[in-house]
């Protein structure tokens, strides 16, 4: 048994809300009291690509969910839409977690963006959203300018988090903390304006977009 | 693997971590968690650059989460003795306090 799953296993042991066992390989099987059951994959990889999530799709039949137990794991948007045009979930070991529970775990996305994906998509003035990847969007404007913008769901985003999405993914204009109660350190700022970029709040982004 | 044995692997194979102040905090510092969550304080530059190198082979098999800050951010944040964090030093010499965890 591989290390991802015996982490999975112990945690959900742990927890107790859900029982888990072992499939094979990368497989495990979640079972929740008046829930479906979930088939799910743990992968460690560290970037989910479409071919990624073409492989478990393909390969695993009755795939519920594809899970990137490293917290540090990258989605590309291929791979979300792929997955999501075929009725699989995706997202976090947490994501799984409260889909087993929920009982939706073949339509799930990663909970850490959902909200974020959605604000972004719910809103008047953006009229296109291009999702690169999880944290990743280019948004367009109904006035036809674009926006490049990168999520840091941390708490307290310092400026590695910054320096790091710029280095990973590659420039953007303006980094967003979606944490509602997160507070950008100034370090952070910092680091965004010495690589052209604005650190910022929803309110503050909403703002933003709504004066161009 | 315990804690403990975490820490003593991390120092072990991570050479630069004496250029910066580290620290496990959460819940493998308990038991069971889902990752294992690891500070680092301290310069950033190549030192910092050649330490994620050395962390990331350190994680091949280990679901580390490592949060990297700057001494003025763990200062403002508080976030050493907010978090209740340990040194690695500290847990690496200590051994058996803290209950085992599965690898």
Redesign the interface.
């Known amino acids: 048994m591989n290390w991802q799953v015996r982490y999975a296993l112990a945690s959900f042991a742990k927890d107790g809300a859900s029982t888990a066992e072992h499939v094979g390989g990368d497989l495990i099987k979640i079972m929740t009291r008046d829930r479906p059951d979930v088939l799910a994959a743990i992968t460690t990889a560290e970037t989910i690509d479409q071919a990624t999530a073409t492989h478990y799709r393909e390969q695993v039949e009755g795939l519920d969910f594809l899970c990137g137990y490293r917290t540090q794991c990258i989605w590309e948007g291929g791979a979300i839409q792929y997955l999501e045009e075929n009725h699989v979930g995706w997202g976090s070991f947490g994501t799984l977690g409260s889909a087993a529970l929920k009982g939706d775990a073949n339509s799930a996305p990663h909970k850490v963006y959902k909200f974020s994906d959605r604000l972004l998509r719910q809103y008047g003035r953006i009229a296109k959203v291009d999702r690169e990847f999880d944290r990743i969007h280019r948004v367009t404007l109904h006035g036809g300018a674009t926006f490049r913008i990168g999520m840091i769901a941390d708490y307290e985003p310092t400026a590695d988090e910054v320096r790091s999405l710029w280095a990973r993914f590659g420039p953007v204009d303006i980094v967003w903390n979606i944490n509602p109660n997160g507070t950008p350190q100034p370090e952070a700022a910092k680091a965004g304006r010495e690589l052209g970029c604005e650190v910022m709040k929803w309110d503050e982004l909403k703002d933003r977009l709504s004066k161009i | 693997m315990m804690a403990s044995e975490i820490a003593d692997h991390l120092m072990g194979t991570c050479a630069s971590l004496k250029h910066f102040d580290a620290y496990m905090f959460g819940s493998t510092l308990h ?5 294992i969550d690891i500070l680092i304080v301290g310069p ?1 530059g190549d030192l ?1 650059a050649q330490l994620k190198k050395e962390i990331h082979c350190a994680g091949e ?3 580390l ?1 490592t ?4 001494p ?2 763990e200062r ?2 508080q ?1 050493v003795a907010r978090e209740k964090c340990i040194p690695l030093a500290q847990l690496a010499s200590s051994g058996s306090w803290l209950s085992r ?3």
């Open positions: 038991g069971v968690g889902q990752d950033g910092l098999s280990l679901p989460h949060l990297y800050m700057q003025s951010e403002h944040t976030f965890t599965e690898t």
